[in-house]
């Protein structure tokens, strides 16, 4: 089976525009977390989706927003990017009622 | 202070070194505890959980200490491909959601 799959694999942007990434989880997982990851550092949690909805957020600005869809997926949209969101944006899928996330590759972002 | 902390290193040890990593974490409240591994620009791949009672996996044995609050991880007999920063890893589920909290992550280099 396929593991979690995130699109693209990199992308470069500039100050000030947005971005969306793409997550496909697991066959059978339900649930959907984001994480940023900078250099040096360990993840961040940014959001977790289930059945579509939104069952938490970290500590990130409004710029920061992300939904599920239907099928499970998801997607994280960023605006008026800035040069501190330059990192490693993993995507983690999980099924109900179990503990273990499973991370995609990432999209690895770098704002310009 | 930060959430889960750990020593960042770097730990380079000889191959068929024992090395042992320890993490600390502020949350007393925390409920289930891992070590992820991450090679260098890819994803976190789970490790182990970390049980009350010790757990083993051939070469690597990981413990928890609730009253200390802190969690290690040993490694037997290194390998060269052992060589990966180690991400200790706390989730708390007082609020129901499955989002994990990272560390900063050990980088642990086995030299031949």
């Known amino acids: 089976d396929a593991g979690v799959t995130q699109s693209p694999t990199h992308l470069i942007k500039t100050r000030g525009q947005h971005v969306t990434l793409r997550c496909s989880p697991i066959?059978?997982?339900?649930?959907v977390s984001w994480y940023q990851q900078v250099l040096g550092q360990g993840p961040q949690f940014i959001f977790q989706y289930y059945e579509k909805e939104e069952r938490g957020r970290g500590n990130f600005p409004d710029r920061f927003s992300a939904r599920q869809f239907p099928n499970y997926s998801s997607e994280l949209n960023v605006n008026a990017l800035l040069l501190g969101d330059s990192a490693l944006y993993l995507c983690?899928?999980?099924?109900?009622?179990?503990?273990?996330?499973?991370f995609g590759p990432g999209t690895r972002l770098l704002v310009l | 202070r930060k959430e889960v902390e750990q020593d960042p290193g770097p730990f380079n040890v000889p191959e068929g070194a024992t090395v042992a990593f320890n993490c600390t974490y502020s949350?007393?409240?925390?409920?289930?505890f891992f070590w992820y591994r991450q090679d260098c620009r890819k994803e976190p791949k789970l490790l182990m959980s970390v049980y009350s009672s010790g757990n083993e996996d051939g070469r690597f044995t990981a413990q928890l200490n609730r009253a200390s609050q802190y969690i290690s991880l040993l490694i037997r007999d290194s390998k060269l491909s052992d060589s990966a920063t180690y991400l200790c890893v706390v989730n708390n589920w007082g609020t129901g959601r499955r989002a994990l909290t990272f560390g900063s992550g050990t980088r642990l280099q086995v030299q031949p």
């Open positions: 983690a899928s999980s099924s109900q009622g179990q503990e273990t996330q499973y």
């Open positions: 949350n007393s409240a925390s409920q289930s």
């Open positions: 066959s059978g997982h339900k649930s």
